[in-house]
């Protein structure tokens, strides 16, 4: 059953890429085309473009989605945060939040062809590498925010391949969020590892996956520790709650 299986996610995992390169290239030219506008126009205009995308690539993939807690998103600015286990979470992840918004990313996809077109326009580029890098994407984050756009990060860094249900948080976006007193909303995804494990090469099993909002947690008079801290706690016992 198991040979079985992985031979059948094999042939998934060609059938994914197909829907997902032949939706890009439709969608290609009418997010080029919004290039002509100024940010945060230009971000409110993708916005609907990158979710109609990724909803064609989740059904025709035969991912189903479920977003709980949406009605937290209450007319404010926020950083969202969300656990990271998979290369599918963030075609999940910034096109689920119902609003627009820009994720920090890895400057290395932008070099993809065609693909780092689209990339740029949702995403906040950072190459981890560099410490000039680093320093520019947060001031470009606060330029995000500062624009009225969310911002989505995930605060592990990488992918989660332990079995802990969370990797210890980065500063990052609770320095930004402290800096710029911008509240947390804690987002956590589920079983999308089951689509796309990290241990697995070209391997895709449709499975449904989930995006949970959870209610905003403010920065005020926390210092950057201790809003870590008291978001990491409320990740994780959500998750393990909820992981089933």
Partial sequence: MIVLKNIIARIMAVWAMVVFISSMIIILIPI???GIFKEPKRSHFLQPLFQLWMAFFFVFSGV?????GRKNFKGETYIVVCNHNSLLDPPLSSPGIPEANKTIAKIEMAKIPLFGLI???GSVLVDRKSDESRK???A???KVLDMGLHMC???EGTRNKTKEPLQRFHDGAFRLAVD???PVIPSLLFHTKKVMPFNKTFYFWPHPVE????PAISPESKSIQELKEEVYEVMKTYYLKHNH
């Avoid at 995006?211 to 959870?214: I, K, V, Y």
């Fill in 211 to 214: 995006m949970h909002f959870l």
């Fill in 64 to 68: 189903r989605r479920k977003f709980v």
């Fill in 136 to 138: 520019q994407s947060y």
């Fill in 140 to 142: 470009d984050m606060k």
């Fill in 153 to 155: 990060i995930y605060p």
């Fill in 32 to 34: 080029l085309i919004c």
């Fill in 180 to 182: 710029t007193n911008t």
């Fill in 119 to 121: 990339y740029k326009r």
